[in-house]
């Protein structure tokens, strides 16, 4: 457990704040895109970064409201209303609540390294080209003089924010980037763009309501599609930024009690009024950068957001947006694995190609479909390599037999060089395939050997099969006759075969 020392409290305390200050935009932001009111983002910020900092299962990570999850839920509001779409966040929590019962969260762990640099590469793009929007007003690229003053301001902010460690580390330093851009350009009497511009954030408590929505057939088959896209695409994010967390801070976050931590934000923050959310990888980095790996620094997040809502709106919507964009733009650099291009040449072609495609696909469309692309094209890659691998060398035992002793991974994809290695018309009248060196993967590995000792059967020749599984045994169906058994000398491994239940 996190020791509660003086250090401790001011570390994650004023990331909490600084963090808290970074949501504000977004949480609107994402609201707009959704088509729902500012504080409805706004109370999903609150709620779903509690819970999940409370009792998820990776401290310092921060979650909130998405703008991956808002693109899936505008076309619900806009056809159906912002009642079907608590709703839907209702059953998408239930549905994460599962997957965590399921525990399906360990599967994290089995995406690859490539799809992982994409994943992050391409998260910091689109935060960083969302950023474009808050240059434009009523739709229209700003003016010269205003673009200027914007642009100068966040040049000032991102400034700020690289110096300050240079001169101290026991203030956050997007911290003090946002209170120098704002104190200045109060005293300077800047005019930019502010955080009030995007809409107000001064409201009350959340309360707590049941979806007016009728609860029959007809509502689930209009949500339950959402619902099934959101939880998928909330887990995969949150998912994937507490495995970058995990190798920032070189500690090990539990995935499951992540995907129930959220699955029960989610369906609070429904009923109270909220869009839902799940882990944001720019304010978790914020964060993270910070030093505040604790609890707190999320609970403290929620509570200062709150606390804005309820005292202090006037003050917050003061803060020059451009200096929240700075601070952005400084998580974008931070983010980027800009290692990469140094990988290009080094790494295997395949692996730079699955980055690339993850990260543009991330850009271009959703993180879940980037990543399902990423791991199944990181699949066949690994499928074609082991397929390549299968080899065998040939000798001649004691009895004259020849013998072909196997090396490598025997399954659908090595299946077709498997058959080239054998010349049963040249061979000799007996002869024996020796898998001590080889695994036997799946059920087409089965039926090539099947199909092999029918050819050597069909010459009148006799096929002698050693070192098999017990898997490999049973399975087998016209070669049978052929095994050799040693019970002492033969492999025990798992084949992936229904017929095995």
Known sequence: MQSVSPAYLKT???????????????????????????????????????????????????????????????????????????????????????????????????????????????????????????????????????????????AATMAVIYITPRITKAVPATLVGILVVTVGAALLGIESKTVGELGSIAGGLPSFAIPDVPFNWETFKIVFPYSLVLAGVGLIESLLTLTLVDEITETRGQPNRECMAQGAANVVTAFFGGMGGCAMIGQSMINVNNGAYGRLSGIS??????????????????????????????????????????????????????????????????????????????????AWQHAKQIAVTTSQDAQGWKVYELQGTLFFASVANFNELFAPKDDPQDVVVEFRNARVVDHSAIQAIDALADKYRALGKRLHLRHLSPDCRELLGKAQDMIEVNVLEDPRYRVADDKLG
Request: hydrophobic content about 65%.
């Open 301 to 382: 997040a929620s509570l200062f957001l709150l606390s804005f809502i309820l005292f202090g709106s006037g003050w917050i919507e003061q803060i020059p947006l451009a200096a929240l964009i700075g601070v952005m733009f400084v998580v974008c650099e931070k983010t980027f694995e800009w290692g990469t291009f140094r990988m290009v040449g080094k790494v295997p072609r395949a692996d730079t190609l699955v980055v690339v495609l993850v990260a543009a696909i991330t850009l271009v469309f959703d993180l879940a479909i980037a990543v399902l692309v990423g791991v199944i094209v990181s699949a066949l890659v690994f």
């Open 12 to 154: 994650n305390l004023l990331s909490g704040l600084t963090v808290a200050l970074a949501l504000v935009p977004e949480a609107i932001a994402f609201a707009l895109v959704a088509h729902v009111s500012p504080l409805t983002g706004l109370y999903a910020a609150v709620l779903v970064s509690f819970i999940t900092s409370a009792f998820g299962g990776r401290p310092g990570m921060i979650s909130g409201a998405a703008g991956a999850l808002a693109v899936v839920m505008v076309a619900l509001v806009v056809e159906h209303g912002v009642q079907y779409l608590f709703a839907a966040i209702v059953l998408m929590g239930l549905l994460q609540i599962l997957f965590a019962v399921a525990r399906l969260g360990k599967f994290i762990r089995m995406v690859p390294y490539p799809v992982m640099l994409g994943f992050v590469n391409g998260l910091a793009l689109v935060i960083f080209i969302a950023q474009f929007g808050h240059f434009k007003s009523n739709g229209e690229w700003m003016q010269d003089g205003q673009l200027f003053t914007m642009l100068g301001l966040v």
